[in-house]
């Protein structure tokens, strides 16, 4: 059973680089049908693409957040990490990272297993 | 970007109704639809995809339908289990966008 698992800080001060790694288990990253992505959720609130990325490292990001975002991956651990700078209160979220499964011929895909989740906190 | 437009906002209904949650498009996406399921504290679930093929797992008294710019989740027979939040996912094109959502709350 395919598992996904996010760690980093639960809190980051304004103005900072947030810094999230998802460690997936029971599967490769490696597979040529899946992306993975990042998604957040803002306390009470609905869900946002934050950007996903293809073992390759092929990257896809929301252009809401795009001059902030990077992710990456490092297929030798099974892991991909996100980073976010100049994080201000507005980024406080829960951040999940989730595998995307290629559904098309030009390669767009649905979010089929998810993490559980982590909360992300920015405040001094 | 596509703007999608997902009713109603909140749901009341009674275990044993059929409800139904409806999602629109700016613009065509062919059947490039996802529902997700979320409790409360919990990751969203895949209910649906390409609109209306029902995740493996998935009761099947959840069905989803349409194409282009409308479409829609049907829950048959509500159960205790259902009461929840659901949102659609358009993966036509980037950015990748989610419905406001719909809370399905008991009546």
């Known amino acids: 059973q395919l598992q996904l698992q996010e760690s980093g800080p639960g809190l980051v001060k304004p103005s900072e680089t947030l810094s999230l790694t998802c460690t997936v288990s029971g599967g490769s990253i490696s597979s040529s049908s899946y992306y993975w992505g990042w998604i957040r959720q803002p306390p009470g609130k609905g869900l946002e693409w934050i950007g996903s990325i293809y073992y390759s490292g092929s990257t896809y990001y929301n252009p809401s957040l795009k001059s902030r975002v990077t992710i990456s991956v490092d297929t030798s651990k099974n892991q991909f990490s996100l980073k976010l700078s100049s994080v201000t209160a507005a980024d406080t979220a829960v951040y999940y990272c989730?595998?995307?499964?290629?559904?098309?011929?030009?390669?767009?895909?649905?979010?089929?297993?998810w993490g559980q989740g982590t909360l992300v906190t920015v405040s001094s | 970007a596509i703007w999608m437009t997902q009713s109603p906002s909140l749901l009341s209904a009674s275990t044993g109704d059929r409800v139904t949650i409806s999602c629109r498009m700016s613009q065509g996406i062919s059947s490039y639809l996802a529902w997700y399921q979320q409790k409360p504290g919990k990751a969203p679930e895949l209910l649906i995809y390409a609109a209306s093929t029902l995740q493996s797992g998935v009761p099947s008294r959840f069905s989803g339908s349409g194409s282009g710019t409308d479409f829609t989740l049907t829950i048959s027979c509500l159960q205790s289990e259902d009461f929840a939040t659901y949102y659609c996912q358009q993966y036509y094109s980037f950015p990748y966008s989610f419905g406001q959502g719909t809370k399905l709350e008991i009546k």
């Open positions: 989730a595998r995307g499964k290629v559904a098309t011929e030009d390669e767009m895909y649905y979010f089929d297993y």
